[in-house]
């Protein structure tokens, strides 16, 4: 099996910043595309940025210019880096893998179990 799993979340003030982690498990020899997704009470999970195994980026509108997806293949590991954090930003975030392939077999739409961010004064 291969899993995701996120860590870095927590309650932060407006204006502050927290960088979320994806680490990616299971005897791994690639993964195409990583994002991260959040979804808030009462909303639709939504795209916040992803980055594809050669570094390019995509992001929401509502993060650019405050947020930074990065990625480092060696690790499978994925990161976000959130600066500015407004409350609007407060929801669940979960790390996606679109195909991991790995020793035995390969996975599609892989699913973090979900940090929560929370920004309030």
């Known amino acids: 099996q291969v899993q995701l799993v996120e860590s870095g979340g927590g309650l932060v003030q407006p204006g502050g910043s927290l960088r979320l982690s994806c680490a990616a498990s299971g005897s791994i020899f690639g993964i195409n595309v990583m994002g991260w997704y959040r979804q808030a009470p009462g909303k639709q999970r939504e795209l916040v940025a992803a980055?594809?195994?050669?570094?390019?980026?995509n992001y929401a509108d509502s993060v650019k210019g405050r947020f930074a997806i990065s990625r480092d293949n060696a690790a499978n590991t994925v990161y976000l880096q959130m600066n500015s954090l407004k409350p609007e930003d407060t929801a669940v975030y979960y790390c996606?893998?679109?195909?991991?392939?790995?020793?035995?077999?390969?996975?599609?739409?892989?699913w973090g179990q979900g940090t929560q961010v929370t920004v309030s004064s």
């Open positions: 996606n893998a679109d195909k991991i392939v790995y020793r035995g077999g390969s996975s599609h739409d892989v």
């Open positions: 980055i594809t195994r050669g570094g390019s980026t």
